[in-house]
C-alpha cells in the first residue's frame, strides 16, 4: 500500500499545485465575491502548505487528505463560479 499511496500524494499534490497556477478570482476587488473567492483560494493555499509539510515528513495518509481538501476548496469556488477555472475541466469540475 506505501507505494500506490505515495503515487497518489504525488499525483495529487501536482494536481493541486496546477490548479492553484490556473486558478483565479472573477470578482471585482471590493465586493462580497471577491471576498469569499479570496478565502477559497487561501483555504486552499493552507491546506496546500499543510499537505507539503505532511509530505515532507512522510505522513502520507494526511498528505493526500489535505491535498484533497486544498483541490476541493479550488473546485467549489469555480463550482460557484466564484473563482474561474479557466474551462478546465480536466483540473475543475465546471459549472
Known sequence: MGGE???????YHLLTQAALKKVSIQAAKGTKE????ADFVAMAQ???NDAKHFEEKGDLLN?????SYA?????????ARV?????????????
Open 5 to 11: 499511496l505515495a503515487k497518489k500524494v504525488k499525483k
Open 34 to 37: 471577491f471576498a469569499m473567492a
Open 46 to 48: 493552507n491546506y496546500f
Open 63 to 67: 498528505a493526500l487528505a489535505a491535498f
Open 71 to 79: 483541490h476541493a476548496w479550488l473546485d467549489a469556488g469555480v463550482r
Open 83 to 95: 473563482l474561474d477555472g479557466k474551462n478546465d475541466n480536466k483540473l475543475f469540475t465546471l459549472p
